[in-house]
């Protein structure tokens, strides 16, 4: 059982941001800038291109609100997507806030940040998916 899926059956918590069915969305709590989302699918597979073609594009269609959230709520200029997978054996996809190429760079140092940011961070992107 991966970190991932310990976080969607809640035995680890987590900054949930959306979830249904099939998909679960949190906060990175090492995330590259503010509001790095990962976005997972409820299954157990460990490469994004080895989901079924409608599990992959279902992943995307929940991501997109996630996405528009972000662009609303960041301080953006765009909300970009990497799929990388080295970290986890959970295919998963990052959903992250950017305003320079510099900000999908996954091998600079990660943001810390105190839990009542990260609150605020969750709160401020739900309370957009809910508008």
Known sequence: MTIFSK??????????????DYF???LDIAPLVKGHVL???KVEVDKVFDLDD???????????????ALEKTMNCKRCGLSVVGLEVPHAHLHLLPINEMDDTNFTRGKLQLAETEMQE??????SALKS
């Open 7 to 20: 976080i969607i059956a809640g035995e680890i918590p987590s900054y949930k941001i959306a979830e249904d």
């Open 24 to 26: 679960y969305a949190f």
């Open 39 to 41: 976005v997972i699918p």
């Open 54 to 68: 409608t599990y992959l594009s279902r992943m995307l269609v929940f991501a997109k609100p996630i996405a528009h």
């Open 121 to 126: 961070i969750q709160q401020t992107i739900t």
